[in-house]
């Protein structure tokens, strides 16, 4: 147990360290008047919901202009700013003065606000990810291995850049659904659908998120039906009541009146802003590389064509979940219902990958290879945001680091599960072999084609003519795999039993084999 304790404490000081070191680097819009960027945004958010009242929190007054970095969140994060914004005030007034703290930038109060970042991470963000590994994750079989996936999960470099890089509190809503899915997994499903409302409350985007929790738990009220009415009937009636209280406590403020709430819907689903922001990797900006959807198509059509789409596409694993809830079916779930909403639906950015992202790092211990290439590419296809956050370096040192960490870490923890299981290497057929072998070199070719656009991105200027062709290639490179990967998991969720490989050991050590074969054959190519 001592060494244990040790070696969190460890891994908890390395991971700190590492998000320090990013959090040095330039923040979003650092230096760039008028609007700067969302770290502005962070900090003016604080400034209106000290000095208004809740009332004026989302409306457009001589005192808040909309216009300027209006809020746009849920109210979940507007009384998180609030708070910030007391702090703020009692450790220096000027941080948050109405009007004249705009645009402010100095060396305290960017330590401040990487500071409030920290804080948070580490009080909601973290414990959640070391609960989920060490109690929830049946498939790691002794502490090594649930220390090795831990230590991978949490230096994994898309969250620490946009957080402690860009500037945001993603921790936060992605830690709460995190909650959301170890309460699901310890059958704890009021507590789970509690934390799930909070992170929906925090940021809207959670709805990537929102089907599969809304399927799952429905689908085992409608298990508890066939076998027992009354018992099912209960237990709907009280996720309902967890629900809708959590919704109604988090927006009392709000309901005052049915102006006020329609005043805060309309700001959080601003479908006037567009298709997507800036270089997203989605399906309707690669597209838009031959077919201009924004000039031939009004907004009204876009959402409805964006709407139609991601519910279609949702279907088949949603009525899956529904129809055989299950905790394996339920994450992979997650995983294909944040891509599609990811690639398909209206008004995406591209940091909202890192909605997909949390779901993959949770399926790490039995699909170790897969997860590690969906988590490298879905870092680089927020390149061109980084690079015009003045966060190069930051991004090649963090996704370096993770993937040689990765490399070290895994070689020594599946040679060890494999002598644990007792398993011959030599046993695998030969058909594994050569998939294994196809499948690395896929995967060479894939981060190949990453670091060829990365030395493109950074040190070739692109024609005058088309001054975003680079950030467009990156962006419909990186979605070519997500579509890849999204019918990957598709399958990986559709033809497996309720019951399957994430709590099977059998299962669990083929997993471990394909992973081996793959860094045998890595070898191989080195020593060649």
């Known amino acids: 147990m001592k060494d244990v304790t040790v070696h969190l404490s460890l891994i908890i000081l390395f991971a700190i360290v590492i998000r320090w070191t990013i959090s040095l680097h330039p923040y979003s819009g650092a230096g760039k008047p008028p609007m700067f960027g969302d770290y502005e945004a962070q900090r003016h958010w604080m400034e209106i919901t000290y000095n208004l009242p809740v009332g004026d929190w989302y409306q457009n007054t001589t005192d808040n202009d909309l216009q300027y970095w209006g809020l746009d969140y849920p109210p979940l994060t ?3 700013s609030w708070a910030l914004g007391i702090v703020s005030h009692s450790l220096n007034s000027s941080w948050v003065e109405l009007h004249k703290s705009r645009g402010l930038e100095s060396y305290d109060h ?22 989920y590994f060490l109690f929830c994750s049946p498939g790691l079989h002794d502490q090594y291995s649930q220390l090795v996936v831990c230590t991978v999960a949490l230096l994994y470099p898309g969250l620490m850049l946009i957080d402690y890089g860009h500037f945001q509190y993603n921790c936060v809503s992605l830690g709460f659904a995190l909650w959301g899915v170890i309460g699901l997994c310890k059958g704890h499903d009021l507590l789970g659908s509690l934390a799930f409302v909070l992170a929906l409350n925090y940021k809207q985007m959670e709805l990537y998120h929102a089907v599969p929790f809304f399927c799952y738990l429905l689908g085992k009220c409608i298990s508890h039906f066939r076998k027992n009415y009354h018992e099912g009937m209960v237990k709907f009636v009280k996720l309902s009541a967890v629900v809708l209280a959590s919704f109604c406590i988090c927006w009392f403020p709000f ?20 298709l997507f922001e800036d270089k997203v990797a989605n399906v309707w900006c690669s597209l838009s590389l031959v077919v201009k959807f924004k000039q031939i198509l009004s907004i009204s059509a876009l959402t409805k064509i964006c709407l139609t789409t991601t519910l279609l596409l949702i279907i088949p694993s949603s009525l899956d979940l529904l129809f055989r809830p299950s905790i394996p079916k339920f994450k992979l779930a997650l995983v294909n219902s944040s891509l599609i909403f990811f690639l398909f639906s209206f008004q995406v950015h591209e940091k909202s990958i890192l909605l997909a992202a949390l779901p ?4 790490l211990p039995e699909n170790f290879f897969a997860c590690i290439w969906f988590l490298l590419i879905s870092t680089f296809s927020m390149l061109p945001l980084l690079v015009n956050d003045g966060l190069t370096i930051a991004f090649l040192a963090s996704t370096l680091l993770f993937y040689l960490l990765c490399d070290i870490l895994t070689c020594v923890e599946f040679q060890q599960s494999v002598n644990r299981c007792n398993q011959n290497i ?8 050569k998939q294994s072998q196809m499948l690395f070199a896929a995967f060479i070719v894939s981060v190949t084609g990453m670091v060829i656009l990365t030395f493109v991105l950074l040190a070739i200027r692109p024609p005058e003519r088309y001054p975003d062709l680079f950030p467009v290639i990156v962006s419909a490179y990186s979605c070519a795999h997500f579509l890849m990967f999204l019918v990957y998991f598709h399958w990986c969720q559709l033809t497996i039993s309720p019951n399957s490989f994430l709590s099977s050991s059998n299962d669990r ?14 070898k191989k190519l080195k020593s060649n």
């Open 78 to 80: 507007a009384y998180h």
């Open 110 to 131: 960017k330590l401040f606000m990487r500071y409030s970042v920290l804080v948070v991470d580490l009080i909601v963000y973290l414990p959640a990810v070391f609960v």
């Open 255 to 274: 309901l005052q009146s049915r102006e006020q709430l329609t005043q805060v819907l309309h700001r959080l689903f601003p479908f006037a802003r567009g």
């Open 360 to 363: 993959v790092l949770l399926l």
């Open 426 to 433: 030599t046993r695998l057929k030969f058909f594994l072999e």
């Open 509 to 522: 050590t083929e997993s471990i084999q394909d992973n081996l074969s793959v860094k045998r054959q890595h």
